[in-house]
C-alpha cells in the first residue's frame, strides 16, 4: 500500500503531543500529520492535542501550528482546505507536571465523548490513544506514571519516545522500565528518524531484493565501511538539551550505529506483514557483535571535536562534543577485520549522510599503469541530499589508442526514477504509530545494546579528560579525522 493511498484505514485517534509547542512537534510532527491530513488519510474523529507549559488557548495553539505548516511544508502542498482541516483536530492543553488540575483537564479532554458514531477502523470501541513525548527522556517514567493513574492507557494505548532515552545503559534502563511498568513493549514506538527515510529503508530493498550484492558483501570483498552524517546548522536554540548530550549521545547511539546495523546484518527471514521482529532481531546480533572500544582503543580510534564558535553560541564555555569520528569493528564471521569508519559533525561544510561501501582492488592489475588505474568499486548510497545511489566503476574512455582507464558510475538518482517525492521520514514513521506497525522503531534490547556499546566510549572520554579538538565552522571537521584513515591508508570519501 502506497504512503500516499487514502486507503489506509487507520483508526480514530487521539494524539497527544507532549512538548506540543517545541521545535521537533512544529518543524516535523505537525507538517508530517498535515500531509497525512492532506491525503485524507486521518480518520475524521482523530484530534490532535498539543501539551506544553504555554498559556495557549486552542485558538492560539491553531495560529502558532498554522504559522508553522507555512513556514515547514513545501509550498506546493500546501492546500487550505487540508490547513483547514488539521487546525480544526487541534486543541491546546497549557500543562504544568506537578500540577494534579492540569492533569484532570487532559484527562477530562480525552475521556469527552467523540462525536463520530464509528471512531475506529479496527473495531474497537474509543479512539486508540497515542501519546508522543516530544520532550526529555527524565519525563518519560512520570508522564506515563500519571497516564496510568489517571486510567488513560488501555490495551490499544500506544506511546512515542524520542531519543536519546536516557544518558547512558542505566539511566536508559531506568527509563524503559518505568515506561514498562505502564505500557508493554509492543506498545512502546521508540522514534529513530533516520529508519524512517526512504533511502534507508531502500537500502534493505538493494541488499536482499537483489542478488548481485549479497555474494561480495563481507569481509573478503568489502576493504571498508564509511558512514557520514554532516550537517550545517549548529547547536544553537536547543544549546540545554545538545550540551547534555553532545555528537555522541545524538547521533552516533542512535542513528549512525542504525545504519551500521543496516548495512552489516544479516538477511532476515521476512520483512513486512506482521514480522516485526525479523529485522530488529538481526540489527541486534549487529549491536552485540561490535567490538568493545574501550581504554586506550577510545583514545586511539575515535576523534572528539568542537567548532570554535560552539561555546559563544550556547553562552557560555563547554567541553561538550560537536564532532565525533570513529573507527568500529563487527566482531563475526561476515565481518571480521573490516573497519567500519563512522563520522558525525555540526557546522560543517556541507548538509550530507552517505554511506560508501568501498571494495578491494581486483586481484591481478591486467591493463599497464600507463593506461591509466583502476580506482576500488565503490558502493555510495545517498540519504540526503538528492536521494539516491552510485556504484563507482572503472571504465573505458572512449576512443582509439590504447585501453585508457576512467573512473565512472552508474547513478540511481529517486528523484529521476520515480515521480512520488520521498516523504519526510516522519510522515512514515506516524502513519507506523497510527498502524500499530513497530518494525521501524527501535526495541528496547537494541538500544540498551547500542548504549552498552557507546557508554565506555564517553567514560574514557571522561576519564582522559581531553578537550575536544577545535575546528572552523564550515569546514570538514578535525584533521585528526583524517589522520584516523590516513593512518590505514584511507581517506574519507565525500566531503562532508
Ligand atoms: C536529530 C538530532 O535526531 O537528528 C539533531 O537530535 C540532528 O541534532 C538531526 O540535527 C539530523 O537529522 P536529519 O534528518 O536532518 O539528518
Given at each position: 500500500m502506497s504512503l500516499s493511498s487514502p486507503d489506509l484505514d487507520l483508526p480514530a485517534c487521539d494524539f497527544t503531543v507532549f512538548g506540543g509547542?517545541?521545535?521537533?512537534?512544529?518543524?516535523?510532527?505537525?507538517?508530517?500529520?498535515?500531509?497525512?491530513?492532506?491525503?485524507?488519510?486521518?480518520?475524521?474523529a482523530t484530534r490532535i492535542i498539543g501539551v506544553?507549559?504555554?498559556?495557549l488557548d486552542d485558538a492560539g495553539y491553531r495560529d502558532l501550528v498554522t504559522t508553522a505548516l507555512f513556514d515547514h511544508v513545501p509550498e506546493d502542498h500546501l492546500e487550505a482546505g487540508a490547513v483547514h482541516r488539521l487546525i480544526n483536530r487541534l486543541h491546546h492543553l497549557a500543562l504544568d507536571a506537578h500540577d494534579p488540575e492540569d492533569w484532570d483537564l487532559l484527562?477530562?479532554?480525552?475521556?469527552?465523548?467523540?462525536?463520530?458514531?464509528?471512531?475506529?477502523?479496527t473495531g474497537s470501541t474509543g479512539p486508540t490513544r497515542i501519546f508522543y513525548l516530544a520532550v526529555g527522556s527524565d519525563l518519560?517514567?512520570?508522564?506515563?506514571?500519571?497516564?496510568?493513574?489517571?486510567?488513560?492507557?488501555?490495551?490499544?494505548?500506544?506511546?512515542?519516545l524520542e531519543k536519546p532515552i536516557g544518558?547512558?545503559?542505566?539511566?536508559?534502563?531506568?527509563?524503559?522500565?518505568?515506561?514498562?511498568?505502564?505500557?508493554?513493549?509492543?506498545?512502546?514506538?521508540?522514534?529513530?528518524?533516520?529508519?524512517?527515510?526512504?533511502?534507508?529503508?531502500?537500502?534493505?530493498?538493494?541488499?536482499?531484493?537483489?542478488?548481485?550484492?549479497?555474494?561480495?558483501?563481507?569481509?573478503?570483498?568489502?576493504?571498508?565501511?564509511?558512514?557520514?552524517?554532516?550537517?550545517?546548522l549548529g547547536a544553537a536554540g536547543r544549546g540545554d538539551y545538545y550540551d547534555r548530550a553532545g555528537a555522541m549521545r545524538d547521533m552516533v547511539q542512535n542513528h549512525l550505529l542504525q545504519?551500521?546495523?543496516?548495512?552489516?546484518?544479516?538477511?532476515?527471514?521476512?520483512?513486512?506483514?506482521?514480522?516485526h521482529d525479523a529485522v530488529r532481531d538481526e540489527k541486534l546480533k549487529v549491536l552485540r557483535a561490535l567490538k568493545p572500544l574501550t581504554g586506550a582503543a577510545v583514545d586511539r580510534d575515535t576523534v572528539r571535536g568542537q567548532y570554535t564558535t560552539y561555546g559563544e553560541e550556547i553562552g557560555h564555555p563547554s567541553t561538550t562534543e560537536t564532532f565525533v569520528a570513529l573507527r568500529a569493528e563487527v566482531q563475526n564471521w561476515r565481518w571480521a577485520g573490516v573497519p567500519f569508519y563512522l563520522r558525525t559533525g555540526k557546522r560543517l561544510a556541507r548538509k550530507e549522510s552517505t554511506i560508501e561501501v568501498v571494495f578491494k582492488e581486483p586481484p591481478h592489475a591486467m591493463f599497464p599503469h600507463s593506461e591509466g588505474v583502476t580506482t576500488p568499486n565503490r558502493?555510495?548510497?545517498?540519504?540526503q541530499p538528492d536521494e539516491g545511489m552510485q556504484l563507482h566503476v572503472t571504465a573505458k574512455h572512449p576512443g582509439p589508442g590504447g585501453?585508457?582507464?576512467?573512473?565512472?558510475?552508474?547513478?540511481?538518482?529517486?528523484?529521476?526514477?520515480?515521480?512520488?517525492?520521498?516523504?519526510?521520514?516522519?510522515?512514515?514513521?506516524?502513519l507506523d504509530v497510527m498502524r500499530g506497525i513497530p518494525t521501524l522503531f527501535m526495541r528496547r534490547d537494541e538500544v540498551e545494546a547500542a548504549w552498552a556499546w557507546t557508554e565506555p566510549v564517553i567514560e574514557q572520554w571522561q576519564r582522559s579528560a581531553v578537550e575536544p579538538v577545535r575546528y572552523h565552522p564550515g569546514t570538514t571537521g578535525p584533521a585528526a579525522a583524517a589522520t584516523l584513515l590516513a593512518r590505514e591508508g584511507r581517506t574519507w570519501l565525500g566531503e562532508a
Open positions: 509547542t517545541g521545535d521537533l512537534a512544529l518543524r516535523k510532527l505537525l507538517p508530517g500529520l498535515y500531509e497525512r491530513e492532506r491525503q485524507r488519510q486521518l480518520h475524521p506544553s507549559r504555554h498559556a484527562h477530562g479532554l480525552l475521556k469527552e465523548e467523540v462525536s463520530t458514531s464509528s471512531t475506529s477502523g518519560f517514567g512520570p508522564i506515563c506514571q500519571r497516564l496510568d493513574d489517571l486510567g488513560l492507557v488501555d490495551a490499544e494505548s500506544r506511546v512515542v544518558a547512558d545503559l542505566a539511566s536508559s534502563r531506568a527509563v524503559n522500565d518505568a515506561v514498562g511498568q505502564v505500557f508493554e513493549e509492543r506498545q512502546v514506538f521508540r522514534i529513530d528518524h533516520y529508519l524512517g527515510k526512504e533511502s534507508v529503508q531502500n537500502l534493505l530493498v538493494t541488499r536482499f531484493a537483489n542478488i548481485f550484492l549479497e555474494p561480495i558483501w563481507d569481509s573478503r570483498w568489502v576493504d571498508h565501511v564509511q558512514i557520514t552524517v554532516s550537517e550545517t545504519l551500521l546495523c543496516l548495512v552489516a546484518m544479516e538477511p532476515p527471514t521476512y520483512v513486512g506483514g506482521d514480522a558502493l555510495t548510497v545517498r540519504m585501453i585508457r582507464l576512467h573512473p565512472a558510475s552508474l547513478d540511481l538518482s529517486y528523484a529521476d526514477a520515480f515521480d512520488e517525492r520521498s516523504p519526510d521520514a516522519y510522515e512514515r514513521l506516524l
